[in-house]
Every structure is written in C-alpha cells, then in structure tokens.
C-alpha cells in the first residue's frame, strides 16, 4: 500500500524556499547598510577634502595679499617715500614680530599650542 507523502514534500519544498527567502532579505539588507555605510563615508571625505581645498586656496590669497602689501612697502621705502602703515597693519605687524619673537625663545610652548589647535579642528 503505498503512502501519499506529497503533503510533506510540499512543506519541505515551502521551507526551504522560505529559508532563501529570509537568506536573500538578509544578504540585501546588509549591502544595503554597506552601501548606505560607503556613500557617507564618501560624502565625508569629499567634503572634508573641499574644505581643505578652500582653506588652502584662502590662506593662499592671502599670503599673496601680504606678499604684494610688503613688496610695495619695500618698494616705497627703497624710493625714500615715507610709509605710512595703518593702524590694522602696524598691529599685524606687531603681532607677527611678536610671534616670530616668542618661537624663537619658547619653541616647546609655540609647538604645544599648534598641537592644541590642530587637535581642536
């Protein structure tokens, strides 16, 4: 007399797809999240990259700003025009002779303060 396991075949065949099933959820979810995960780690570093970039184009205006400040300063004393520094100028001055003056004297304190401020960027 032979048995009709047909009923059991199905269940078994209903597992097993559901097993897969659940399996493929999981694998997707997970390339999900590394995908989610890859894009904002480089969103981040674009973005500090495009930072760094205009700080470095600013701080390079700049220094071309007081290059031109100085060579015209120098020009104009080599002439024999008397220059007159504005007050925002005699300041900056000051406090670069002033920093340059205490590099020279206190190298360890100067280089502790740089390390401070680069830790707090």
């Known amino acids: 007399m032979p048995f009709d396991r047909s009923a059991e075949f199905e269940a078994e065949d209903e597992a097993i797809l559901k097993a897969r099933q659940t399996r493929l959820t999981i694998i997707l979810v997970l390339v999900g999240l590394a995908a989610?995960?890859?894009?904002?780690?480089?969103?981040?570093?674009?973005?500090?990259?495009?930072?760094?970039?205009?700080?470095?184009?600013?701080?390079?205006?700049?220094?071309?700003?007081?290059?031109?400040?100085?060579?015209?300063?120098?020009?104009?004393?080599?002439?024999?025009?008397?220059?007159?520094?504005s007050v925002e100028e005699r300041k900056r001055a000051e406090l670069q002779e002033n920093a340059i003056a205490m590099a020279k004297e206190h190298p360890e304190d100067v280089a502790m303060l740089i390390r401070t401020w680069l830790m707090e960027e």
């Open 36 to 85: 989610i995960l890859a894009i904002f780690i480089l969103y981040r570093f674009i973005s500090r990259e495009m930072e760094r970039r205009r700080r470095l184009r600013e701080e390079e205006l700049l220094r071309k700003q007081q290059a031109a400040r100085d060579q015209a300063l120098w020009e104009a004393k080599e002439e024999g025009v008397e220059v007159t520094m």
